[in-house]
T-cell receptor, first 117, second 112 residues
Framework: GAVVSQHPSRVICKSGTSVKIECRSL??????MFWYRQFPKQSLMLMAT?????????EQGVEKDKFLINHASLTLSTLTVTSAHPEDSSFYIC?????????????FGPGTRLTVT | QKEVEQDPGPLSVPEGAIVSLNCTYS??????FMWYRQYSRKGPELLMY????GNKEDGRFTAQVDKSSKYISLFIRDSQPSDSATYLC????????????FGDGTTLTVKP
């Protein structure tokens, strides 16, 4: 159990376009979903926390108008990178939690490699 | 200074060796301590977690937490080539709604 999927696994887009990444919990209901980005040989940087049916909470320094997060159901959250630029190229990973704020009950998706040309 | 420090390595050991991975931290409010394994171009998977100080063993893996020294360790016994991955430590407090602070990860290679 506790499987999280992401789609697409890899995407290449042109500068100025928008890209949507989906995160799904396949076999459980996710109260909370987290979105991270990871640069090569670096750790996970938390971008935002989303709870089903409410607005996402963004970490300091993350532009909420650029990284739009929607958590419309207990099994689906989406991250839309708007007006993407080459510096947005990164590995984006989501995680889903079915616990009530319990940190170790986070299950990670396989990640999405975004390349902006 | 980062809240969580982890030696990035890389660490290379022969098959069968005992591997020691470590993290130090500065936030005394951390109560949950996790170790994740991340294969290349994949998402992290939870290996073990401990609450507060102490040891926890699961098969070939042992996690140790020393809160007095703000130091945690993961030991891998009888290491296998399939253990080759990046290992991330992560920590959180009791009341931060599930948010964790991650180390930068240590890249481990186990050579046959």
């Amino acid at each position: 159990g506790a499987v999280v999927s992401q789609h697409p696994s890899r995407v290449i887009c042109k500068s100025g376009t928008s890209v949507k990444i989906e995160c799904r919990s396949l076999d459980f209901q996710a109260t909370t979903m987290f979105w991270y980005r990871q640069f090569p040989k670096q750790s996970l940087m938390l971008m935002a926390t989303s709870n089903e049916g409410s607005k996402a909470t963004y970490e300091q320094g993350v532009e909420k108008d650029k990284f739009l997060i929607n958590h419309a159901s207990l099994t689906l959250s989406t991250l839309t990178v708007t007006s993407a630029h080459p510096e947005d190229s990164s590995f984006y990973i989501c995680s889903a939690s079915r616990g009530q704020g319990i940190s170790y009950e986070q299950y990670f998706g396989p990640g999405t490699r975004l390349t902006v040309t | 200074q980062k809240e969580v420090e982890q030696d990035p390595g890389p660490l290379s050991v022969p098959e069968g060796a005992i591997v020691s991975l470590n993290c130090t931290y500065s936030n005394s409010a951390f109560q949950y301590f996790m170790w994740y394994r991340q294969y290349s171009r994949k998402g992290p998977e939870l290996l073990m977690y401990t609450y507060s100080s102490g040891n926890k063993e699961d098969g070939r893996f042992t996690a140790q937490v020393d809160k007095s020294s703000k130091y945690i360790s993961l030991f891998i016994r009888d290491s296998q080539p399939s253990d080759s991955a990046t290992y991330l430590c992560a920590m959180s407090g009791n009341t931060n709604a599930g948010k964790s602070t991650f180390g930068d990860g240590t890249t481990l290679t186990v050579k046959p």
